[in-house]
Nanobody, 118 residues
């Protein structure tokens, strides 16, 4: 089993920055991808970014150029650097992990609130 715990959320003004962290524990050697998702009130959960063990990344169009996903495989921690935040970025952000060859993300954190004020 793998456990993931997010941290780093908070309240920030539009144009500001935050960095989220996602610490993984347990059978971390099995983790291939770590993903960041978010869910705003009244909206469906959406994917924000994915980073694989190789370091390759993909991003949602809405965050390209503003958010950067990274990971430290030694510390088993993933990061999401969020710059130029907008009120529309307000949501609960979740970290998730999956093993190689598994399509759906299997292990989820509890979420961390990000609120961007205008």
């Amino acid at each position: 089993q793998v456990q993931v715990v997010e941290s780093g959320g908070g309240l920030v003004q539009a144009g500001g920055s935050l960095r989220l962290s996602c610490a993984a524990s347990g059978r971390t050697s099995s983790i291939y991808s770590m993903g960041w998702f978010r869910q705003a009130p009244g909206k469906e959960r959406e994917i924000v970014a994915v980073i694989n063990s190789s370091g390759s990344t993909t991003y949602a169009d809405s965050v390209k150029g503003r958010f950067t996903a990274s990971r430290d495989n030694v510390k088993n921690t993933a990061y999401l650097q969020m710059n130029n935040l907008k009120p529309d970025d307000t949501a609960v952000y979740y970290c998730a992990a999956r093993r190689l060859g598994v399509f759906n993300f299997e292990y989820w954190g509890q979420g961390t609130q990000v609120t961007v004020s205008s």
